[in-house]
């Protein structure tokens, strides 16, 4: 019988066709970014633009591993301050007078 790919150990970030590392995981923790996902890698934006899944199998048994690959971009600087200033809540200017 084959079980269905339940266990992720791996999960790589590539960069313009180089892989920049990889991550082991836990079957408790399992993460992988969805796609238009920003992610900070060393202090630098990426933007998340493809996700592949591949299956290999491992051991003499029919049980096979899913090693997820996030394919990513650089984000902009100018691009990533604009998201930072969108996302800081705005001061309040007061708050409407009661009426009740």
């Given at each position: 019988m084959i079980s269905s790919a339940?266990?992720?150990p791996y999960v790589?970030?590539?960069?313009?066709?180089?892989l920049l590392f990889r991550?082991?995981?836990?079957e408790g923790s399992q993460f992988v970014p969805r796609i238009q996902e920003i992610v900070v890698i060393d202090d630098e934006p990426y933007q998340v633009v493809d996700v592949e899944y591949w299956a290999r199998r491992m051991?003499?048994?029919d049980r096979r591993f899913v090693w997820p690959t996030v394919y990513v971009i650089p984000v902009p600087s100018s691009e990533w301050e604009s998201r930072l200033e969108r996302r800081n809540a705005r001061p309040k200017h007061g708050s409407p007078p009661v009426r009740y």
């Open positions: 339940s266990a992720m790589e970030y590539a960069c313009e066709g180089r991550t082991e995981t836990t051991g003499a048994t």
